[in-house]
Nanobody, 114 residues
């Protein structure tokens, strides 16, 4: 089955950190760019970050640049999002996605609150 499964979300205080993981299966993970997208309640989805096939090129939304780091492990078919210095406005449902396949995971909730 072709799927993406996110994990690692949770509740954290402002200034805290979380590491999201996304496990891919059912397709050749290493030949596809990957991305993270988030959606806050009542808002449209927001692209967060992308990474190319070998991890050599990464891209970030201005809102997370310098705080978030995307990476991937092609041997483990997994993409990560390290989130540091979290802010309340980072609260959202975070999705892993393969844009070329139009494939999305089910999402993992991140809540930043004191």
């Amino acid at each position: 089955e072709v799927q993406l499964v996110e994990s690692g979300g949770g509740m954290v205080q402002p200034g805290g950190a979380l590491r999201l993981s996304c496990a891919a299966s059912g397709f050749t993970f290493s030949i596809y760019d990957m991305a993270w997208v988030r959606q806050a309640p009542g808002k449209v989805p927001e692209w967060v970050s992308s990474i190319n096939t070998d991890g050599g090129s990464t891209y970030y939304a201005n809102s997370v640049k310098g705080r978030f780091t995307i990476s991937r492990d092609n041997a483990k078919n997994t993409v990560f999002l390290q989130m540091n210095s979290l802010k309340p406005e980072d609260t959202a449902l975070y999705y892993c996605a393969s844009p070329h396949l139009d494939l999305w995971g089910q999402g993992t909730q991140v809540t930043v609150s004191s």
